[in-house]
Nanobody
């Protein structure tokens, strides 16, 4: 089992920035590709960004390209999501997830372990 704990959410004004963190513990050898997803009220969970085990392999949703940056520190078993130029439509609960293979995927069902989520609210 892998446990994931997100932190860093909060309330920010439009145009502001937040950095989310997701710390993995437990059988971290089963944590390879990691992703961030978000879910707004009344909407389905959607892909935000993902990163492979090796630095340089990343994928982003079109809606966040150029504004969000995903990174990871393998020594700390932690993945980050730097969110800049935030918009009200970015408001959602943000979840991190991981899967035991190195392939970077954007579909939620492909991920095996999930965190509890952290709320991000962007005011206009």
């Amino acid at each position: 089992q892998v446990q994931l704990v997100e932190s860093g959410g909060g309330l920010v004004q439009a145009g502001g920035s937040l950095r989310l963190s997701c710390a993995a513990s437990g059988r971290t050898g089963s944590s390879k590709a990691m992703g961030w997803f978000r879910q707004a009220p009344g909407k389905e969970r959607e892909f935000v960004a993902a990163i492979g085990w090796s630095v340089g392999i990343t994928k982003y949703a079109d809606s966040v390209k150029g504004r969000f940056t995903i990174s990871r520190d393998n020594a700390k078993n932690t993945v980050y999501l730097q969110m800049n130029s935030l918009k009200p439509e970015d408001t959602a609960v943000y979840y991190c997830a991981t899967r035991p293979t190195m392939v970077v995927l954007i579909t939620a069902s492909e991920y095996d372990y999930w965190g509890q989520g952290t709320q991000v609210t962007v005011s206009s």
